[in-house]
């Protein structure tokens, strides 16, 4: 009988924390850090790969502008931009850089791969830090409008998938034929 009312409850929660806008930290600019942990293996629901034509449903139309650090990731940054429609590339668009290490300047958190701050005022990635160079950059974009969603590990299977608190690094001795 509890689980009938958790069951909603849970689900509101997720929608909450969806549909809720990084408002804070659009005032404080305070960044909106991802960390990366290790998992044997991945969860049956999580796809592998973005969706070939995802372009999920935003607020407002943003774009975004990849810095020369990130020229290496150029091609996984555009395919993770590619998961929300109305994000596209400008000049004058929120500046992608992209980094050797852990960023420890987002504001928390150990093992920070991503992080956007003032909800989209700049980006920092750590593809170094990932084996999903695609799905973190997606990730980072969402922030311009999401936050963190009840998801465990991030994964392309959609928005709310794609905004879980975490990227997580599977392993590759978990192969079968
Ligand atoms: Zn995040």
Redesign the pocket.
């Known amino acids: 009988m509890r689980k009938l009312f958790l069951a909603p409850a849970l689900l509101a929660l997720v929608l909450a924390v969806l549909v809720a806008p990084s408002s804070q930290s659009a005032f404080n600019a305070e960044g909106?850090?991802?960390s990366a942990v290790e998992l044997a293996a991945a969860p049956a629901d999580v796809l592998s790969e973005g969706p070939s034509a995802a372009a999920w449903p935003v607020p407002n139309a943003r774009t975004y502008r990849i810095l020369s650090s990130c020229s290496p990731y150029a091609s996984a940054i555009r395919t993770g931009a590619r998961a929300w429609s109305g994000l596209t590339e400008s000049s004058s668009g929120t500046p992608v850089e992209c980094r050797n290490g852990y960023i420890t300047d987002c504001g928390g958190g150990s093992r920070v791969v991503?992080c956007?701050w003032g909800a989209g005022q700049r980006i920092a990635l750590y593809m170094g830090g990932v084996n999903d160079d695609a799905l973190l950059a997606a990730?980072?974009f969402g922030?311009n409008w999401y936050g963190?969603s009840s998801y465990q590990c991030a994964g392309w299977g959609s928005a709310a998938q794609v905004?879980a608190?975490a990227i997580c690094n599977y392993s590759s001795a978990t192969t079968i034929d």
């Open positions: 909106h850090g991802t991503g956007n990730h980072e922030h963190h905004m608190p």
